[in-house]
T-cell receptor, first 112, second 112 residues
Framework: DQQVKQNSPSLSVQEGRISILNCDYT??????FLWYKKYPAEGPTFLIS?????DKNEDGRFTVFLNKSAKHLSLHIVPSQPGDSAVYFC???????????FGQGTELSVKP | GAGVSQTPSNKVTEKGKYVELRCDPI?????LYWYRQSLGQGPEFLIY????????DSGLPNDRFFAVRPEGSVSTLKIQRTERGDSAVYLC??????????FGPGTRLTVL
């Protein structure tokens, strides 16, 4: 029972363009959503989060959008840079500070 | 300041043996979380502590897995009678209990 799904295992984008990573969830009790970035042989690094009371949160080049009715969130990276190449995980929890349920990840490749 | 540290970074053991994995959280963080990640998957929740007590251990797969945090800081994940299916990267994270979780680099466990 996969409660958080990232249906695209990989994404390739040209440097300078927009990267859009998508995530769907099934549990309506989720109240807090996060995006993590992971390089090989390292732990996940927190990128950005959003509470269910908002529909958008922005931090520099990163913006997360939440559509509660569709149970969908997305991460936009503009402009994309080669250093953004990594695996991106979305995660959800029932409350801030609670256990995280992760998606399977999307491997982003930004080509110069 | 120092991030989350985990030791050992790699552990190879034989089927049936006992292993202990250690996590040193960020100083002052009251919440500590254990996850494990198999190849090609997102991290999977195991257990989390708020202070010294296990607030949620619903992710522990069976009674061979046990975790402690006796003084509310360092935590040890203990696996008895290891099986080949226990092979994974075991990730520890810490947080203040209200916001994002900060992950360590993980311990790669290989059971032969």
């Amino acid at each position: 029972d996969q409660q958080v799904k990232q249906n695209s295992p990989s994404l390739s984008v040209q440097e300078g363009r927009i990267s859009i990573l998508n995530c769907d969830y099934t549990n309506s009790m989720f109240d807090y959503f996060l995006w993590y970035k992971k390089y090989p042989a390292e732990g996940p690094t927190f990128l950005i989060s959003i509470s269910s009371i908002k529909d958008k949160n922005e931090d520099g080049r990163f913006t997360v959008f939440l559509n509660k009715s569709a149970k969908h969130l997305s991460l936009h990276i503009v402009p994309s840079q080669p250093g953004d190449s990594a695996v991106y995980f979305c995660a959800a929890s029932a409350f801030q500070g609670g256990k995280l349920i992760f998606g399977q990840g999307t491997e982003l490749s930004v080509k110069p | 300041g120092a991030g989350v540290s985990q030791t050992p970074s790699n552990k190879v053991t034989e089927k049936g043996k006992y292993v202990e994995l250690r996590c040193d959280p960020i100083s002052g963080h009251t919440a500590l979380y254990w996850y494990r990640q198999s190849l090609g998957q997102g991290p999977e929740f195991l257990i989390y502590f708020q202070g010294t007590g296990a607030a949620d251990d619903s992710g522990l797969p069976n009674d061979r897995f046990f975790a402690v945090r006796p003084e509310g800081s360092v935590s040890t994940l203990k696996i008895q009678r290891t099986e080949r299916g226990d092979s994974a990267v075991y990730l520890c994270a810490s947080g203040d209990g209200d916001n994002e979780q900060f992950f360590g680099p993980g311990t790669r466990l290989t059971v032969l």
